[in-house]
Each structure stands twice: as structure tokens, then as C-alpha cells.
């Protein structure tokens, strides 16, 4: 099971307090130097799709929602619930001609609303 959620040195419960994000660097580090270990993909190509959409982890779920909702838009968007957009960084060099959008949260979950305000 995965959780979202994040604690300080200590153990406790935390969202945004230098300690805590001290820690996610850490753990993030350590599941970028695993990767390969961790990677599992699934397809679903649309050949006339204007609109390319990378989903994982807890916001995958929303991402859905979102993609249902939208239409007619031309850039790719990627939500992440993390600091900086780790995914999106990897990635980004894989679509010049295309806008790279990103949805980033710490400490809350990421809502379809916020997805699909990332495509007007």
C-alpha cells in the first residue's frame, strides 16, 4: 500500500515543514536511484487525440475525471502530487513542439477543477 502522506524525523505526521521536506528529497532520491525497479506502464492511444495525458500514482484517479471533461486541447499535461514537477522534468524533452503543463501539490490531494483549469 502507498500513502500520500508525510512525517518528520520523528514520525509525526507533517505536511510542509522544512523537516518534513527534507525528507521527501530524501525518499525522493532514493525511489529516482531504484526507477527501473518501480515502472509500470499501461497505454491507451487514441489516434485523433489533440491531448496527451500522463497519469499515475494518487492523482490518476482525478486525472480520469478530468480527461473525460475536457476536449479540443493541444498541450500535455502532467499532475504530480510533489514539490517540483519531477516527472514532468523527465519528460518535457520529448514533446518541443508541444506546451508542458503541470499540476503540482504538496499536502493535498490534486482535484479534476485544477486539471482541467491547467487546460484552458
Given at each position: 500500500?502507498?500513502?500520500g502522506?508525510a ?13 518534513t ?5 530524501h525518499l ?13 506502464v499501461?497505454e ?9 495525458v500522463i ?5 490518476a ?13 493541444r498541450?500535455?499535461?502532467v499532475?504530480?502530487?510533489n ?7 523527465l ?13 503540482n501539490?504538496?499536502g493535498?490531494m ?7 483549469h491547467?487546460?484552458?
Amino acid at each position: 500500500m502507498a500513502t500520500g502522506s508525510a512525517h518528520n524525523t520523528e514520525g509525526y505526521l507533517k505536511k510542509n515543514d522544512i523537516e518534513t521536506i527534507r525528507v521527501l528529497l530524501h525518499l525522493e532520491e532514493k525511489i529516482r536511484s531504484r526507477r527501473r525497479e518501480l515502472v509500470v506502464v499501461q497505454e491507451d492511444i487514441q489516434p485523433d487525440a489533440e491531448t496527451l495525458v500522463i497519469r499515475f500514482g494518487v492523482t490518476a484517479r482525478a486525472m480520469g475525471v478530468a480527461v473525460r471533461a475536457a476536449r479540443g486541447v493541444r498541450r500535455v499535461v502532467v499532475a504530480e502530487e510533489n514539490i517540483t514537477g519531477q516527472y514532468r522534468m523527465l519528460i518535457r524533452h520529448l514533446f518541443d513542439d508541444r506546451e508542458v503543463v503541470g499540476v503540482n501539490g504538496i499536502g493535498k490531494m490534486i482535484i479534476p477543477t485544477e486539471i482541467l483549469h491547467a487546460n484552458l
